[in-house]
């Protein structure tokens, strides 16, 4: 990892003014963040829409100060700080216009499996969302056992989402709204620890930071933004699942359900989701998985469309191909460009030419199966 690009995304996220549109904005203009940095005076000619007033804030030495500190205790701590030219930042989430620079993970997960799932809902959880969550995650372990589960640690849902996948072993990744110096709530820190071992703990915050109210609304679009999929599990007519559900729309991910009785407060947020067609039906983990066309991607079907006998490669279509050959589940396009050493532009031109030849299969969440 690039120690000066750790310290510049970091540096970046805390200037004044700037924003995670417009931050983001920057570094893909420039490349990387270190290059927003030492070529800040060239801004105003390379990115357009950006003012002086932007250059000024980037002059922001008590920023890399803090960033410095900050490095310091995820080095001392054995924390991954992810940055967005990292292959292990979540590629989903990449996409998203508002992204976090960097983000720090503690942990033992892949953040890129190939299936996300988002589980999110009230915290005055009723039995009837508590048992869906046991009952939703156990099926899903068996039908789709390489699948991510991803929640807020926060009470309610959330933790019995975050619980149920330790219980059936599923990796589990909670989403917190302040730093990893400290878990919130308090009384869930024996689940959190058991994350650690298989899954763990995201945020885009710096130590000291409190959990203060806007930081639970600002994370959610990690949650959504991290999975292929939202599912609202039970939400109030008003609340932060409601939120998440608006961001998935948002990012073109897509949104479930779980429906209940038009008298239970605890279910309105979430029949009103799928009367508005905000949000698709779901009963099970097997109407996510065939929702999804996960099912497909444990044993790819043999494709459509006729393959040609003698294929007429060029040098960059046998680079995706050379790339994707090691991975028998397929690769998220975002790191599948990495390997290929493409630009995503160019890359998504080449993969459509390669499944019409037969070659490979796009699969949910962006991802790519080279076909034998």
């Not at 980037?58 to 991954?80: D, G, T, W």
């Not at 059936?168 to 400290?182: K, Q």
């Not at 066309?293 to 469309?305: E, L, R, V, Y």
């Not at 006729?306 to 975002?334: C, V, Y």
Request: net charge negative; proline share 5%; charged share 20%.
């Amino acid at each position: 990892m690039n120690r000066n690009e750790q310290l510049s995304s970091m540096a970046l996220t805390l200037c004044p003014g700037i924003g995670h549109v417009g931050a983001k904005r920057l570094v893909e203009a420039l490349g990387s963040a270190t290059q927003v940095f030492e070529r800040r005076t060239e801004i105003p000619q390379l990115v357009p829409e950006a003012h002086q007033a932007v250059v000024d804030a980037l002059n922001c030495p008590e920023a890399f100060e803090r960033a410095k500190r900050e490095l310091e205790f995820v080095e001392k701590n054995n924390i991954a700080c992810l940055t967005l030219t990292d292959e292990d930042y979540p590629s989903r989430l990449r996409e998203c216009p508002d992204a976090p620079l960097v983000l720090f993970f503690k942990g033992d997960c892949n953040l890129n499996a190939l299936h996300v799932v988002s589980m999110v809902g009230t915290r005055r959880a009723t039995q009837y969302g508590k048992d869906f969550c046991d009952s939703f995650v156990r099926d899903l372990a068996q039908l789709c056992p390489d699948a991510l589960v991803v929640s807020g640690l926060a009470y309610g849902i959330d933790i019995h989402s975050h619980r149920a996948s330790l219980a059936h072993g599923l990796p589990t990744v909670g989403v917190l709204a302040h730093g990893l110096d400290r878990i919130y709530p308090s009384v869930h820190r024996k689940t959190a620890v058991n994350m650690l071992q298989r899954g763990g703990l995201l945020t885009e915050y710096l130590t000291e930071t409190n959990p203060d109210p806007y930081n639970f609304v600002s994370r959610n679009r990690i949650v959504a933004g991290m999975a292929d999929a939202t599912l609202v599990v039970e939400s109030a007519n008003k609340g932060g699942s409601l939120i998440t559900a608006d961001l998935a729309n948002g990012y073109n991910r897509d949104c479930f359900a779980l429906p209940g009785r038009s008298s239970d407060d605890a279910s309105a947020g979430c029949n009103k989701l799928i009367r508005d067609n905000k949000a698709a039906l779901i009963l099970s983990a097997e109407d996510l998985v065939n929702a999804m066309g996960w099912q497909t991607a444990a044993s790819p079907k043999p494709d459509a469309i006729q393959r040609n006998l003698f294929l007429d490669l060029s040098p960059e279509e046998e680079a995706l191909i050379t790339a994707l050959r090691p991975h028998r589940d397929g690769l998220q396009i975002n790191a599948l460009v990495v390997e290929a050493d493409i630009p995503i532009n160019r890359a998504s031109a080449l993969l459509f030419e390669l499944e019409m030849k037969g070659v490979l299969k796009p699969l949910a969440g962006g991802v790519y199966h080279l076909l034998s």
